[in-house]
């Protein structure tokens, strides 16, 4: 009897229906469905929050990728000009260590400054970059300009030659700026002197288009000019204030840095460049630091405090198999005088477990990836519903509310990405986890003494 119990699945199958017959059932007990929604819920909280905070971190580096440049150097000389960037140009194009990491090369000019409108100043970043072509800016196919996405190609004609300007998408809302409007902009320019302090230079520009990264901050303070205007604007003459590199992966960042400052320490640079001593590198993942490292930390710890929901619902598959199993004890102890082994008797209620850990993951995953899907939306929904009904409470006091507020996340919406390896391992997880809270009662269940459990019960 023992063997024949053993060997045939459908015995095993027949008594595993056996025991749930007698209406107290592990599927269908009180404990067993908390457990199950505990666990459901702690799945799909836990994929939402792992897809918002992956969404962040890759719209972060996507935005900074596109927006600004990957390496900078700089030079602590000449009140901060370069005059032979030219030459430290072609020096790193050829030199053999650098020419494989990178993707171009190119000089420019930053600088803080205002833009004057209607007596209203607004601070902004001014940016000049060389625009070779105005076909392959548009065409998205310049490394050191940002994604144009509203212009006049006339005005963009100019751009080299007069006093035009792209800013970024967000000003347009935020300061109402459109294209053909003429501001005027108040930046440094000259050398600093004692006696006459810092020089300004002051001239008027036309709005010729509008450049989107997705990064709120970057495009509501950038303000973009070509290379040529903005030398005579900031009276630079031939010299640049930075020269910018595009890498070809922020993991040759680093890299690139120590092979940079290896060329400039070199017996020939030294030689042929002036103020070599002076340069100095800094990379984009050095400027982001903080921030790239306040993201990972917080998702680690909100992934933290959502995992012990899985946990709890763990705790809670014990509590109900464990009440499963002293229902069932006379059942127990009638299919074991039969000669069902102890191990089948320890697999039933394993599998038990098991079963309502899979139903929870696949409930929770198939609900976490549809709220991270249309969490936008629904925070759009209730954002409108709070601005349509809070004035009525408040009257004209009520400032509307922006649940994501894009000053302080940079987003122009909230970013998600669904990583389907990630959402596999997490139920995989909590189903063994389920597994596992099941065998430690199924494992006493299995140990029960046939004769004692139906004489007592």
């Known amino acids: ?39 459901a819920v702690g ?15 890759r719209q972060l580096k996507e935005s900074l990728w596109q927006g600004g440049e990957h390496i900078t150097i700089e030079s602590s000389s000449n009140g901060g000009e370069i005059r032979d960037y030219q030459k430290i140009i072609k020096y790193i194009q050829n030199d053999p260590d650098l020419k494989d990491r990178i993707i171009s090369v190119e000089g420019g000019i930053q600088s803080h400054g205002l833009i004057q409108r209607y007596n209203v100043f607004y601070p902004v970043l001014i940016k000049a970059v060389a625009v070779p072509s105005v076909d392959e800016l548009i065409e998205h196919k310049l490394h050191n300009f940002p994604r144009v996405v509203h212009y006049d190609r006339e005005d963009l004609g100019h751009l080299n030659r007069e006093n035009y300007i792209i800013l970024g998408k967000e000003m347009e809302d935020l300061y109402n700026f459109s294209l053909g409007k003429q501001l005027t902009l108040a930046v440094p320019g000259g050398r600093f002197s004692l006696g006459k302090g810092v020089e300004v230079s002051v001239q008027n520009f036309r709005v010729s288009g509008f450049f989107k990264t997705g990064n709120y901050k970057f495009d509501s303070s950038f303000v973009y000019m070509a290379l040529p205007v903005a030398q005579k604007f900031f009276k630079m003459k031939d010299s640049v204030n930075q020269i910018t590199i595009k890498a070809k992966s922020l993991d040759d960042l680093a890299i690139s840095k120590r092979k940079l400052y290896k060329l400039f ?45 899985i946990i709890l619902a763990a705790l809670g598959m014990v509590a109900s198999v464990y009440s499963l199993v002293r229902a069932k004890r006379k059942s127990i102890g009638v299919l074991k005088a039969l000669g069902l082994p102890a191990s089948d008797i320890l697999l039933i209620f394993t599998l038990n477990a098991m079963l309502v850990g899979i139903l929870a993951s696949l409930t929770g995953g198939v609900g976490g990836v549809f709220l991270a899907n249309s969490l936008d ?81």
């Open 1 to 39: 009897m023992n063997f024949f119990f053993h060997r045939s699945p459908l015995i095993l199958l027949l008594t595993s229906r056996y025991i749930r017959g007698s209406r107290v059932t592990g599927l269908l007990s009180i404990k067993s469905r908390i457990s199950f929604i505990v666990m």
């Open 43 to 57: 799945v799909a909280l836990l994929i939402v929050v792992l897809s918002i905070f992956n969404g962040f971190q």
């Open 265 to 309: 320490n070199s017996l020939e640079f030294e030689q042929e460049i002036d103020a070599a001593s002076s340069l100095s590198v800094r990379t984009i993942a050095e400027e982001q630091e903080n921030l790239l490292a306040a993201l990972q930390l917080e998702k680690t710890i909100i992934s933290i405090i959502v995992f012990l929901f």
């Open 377 to 457: 939306t629904i925070i759009g929904y209730i954002e409108e519903i709070i601005n349509l009904l809070g004035p009525s409470f408040t009257g004209s006091d009520w400032t509307p509310v922006e649940l994501v507020p894009k000053r302080i996340y940079y987003f122009d919406k909230l970013p998600v990405d669904i990583n389907i390896p990630f959402i596999f391992m997490v139920t995989t997880a909590a189903t063994i986890l389920s597994g596992i809270a099941g065998y430690f009662p199924a494992r006493w269940a299995a140990s029960l003494n046939p004769v004692d459990t139906i004489r007592n019960d």
